[in-house]
């Protein structure tokens, strides 16, 4: 059974940090691109970010990059989401999927963790 559990959401100010964590179980996870996406309320979910297999290759979501950072530690099954220099419209719930095949369409997704950027 795949699992996929996300971690370390909260309530932070504007211009202040986060990190997620997504921990990863019962798939090949040095194999397999990780993904993040996002849905605020009210909107459509959003891609956010992915990662290669060997943490090597990385892509963002043009709103996003230069702020946050996707890596991954294979050894531990993890996937981390960097987030800095936060912004109200970064406020939603993040997840994290695998085995996507694009338009959001993911075979595995996490439950979720929220994330709410204050003034």
């Known amino acids: 059974q795949v699992q996929l559990v996300e971690s370390g959401g909260g309530l932070v100010q504007a211009g202040g940090s986060l990190k997620l964590s997504c921990a990863a179980s019962g798939l090949t996870f040095s194999n397999t691109p990780m993904n993040w996406f996002r849905q605020a309320p009210g909107q459509e979910r959003e891609f956010v970010a992915t990662i290669s297999w060997s943490g090597g290759v990385t892509y963002y979501t043009d709103s996003v990059k230069g702020r946050f950072t996707i890596s991954r530690d294979n050894a531990k099954n993890t996937v981390y989401l960097q987030m800095n220099s936060l912004k109200r419209e970064d406020t939603a719930v993040y997840y994290c999927?695998?085995?996507?095949?694009?338009?959001?369409?993911?075979?595995?997704w996490g439950q979720g963790t929220q994330v709410t950027v204050s003034s």
């Open positions: 999927a695998t085995e996507c095949r694009g338009g959001g369409r993911c075979d595995y």
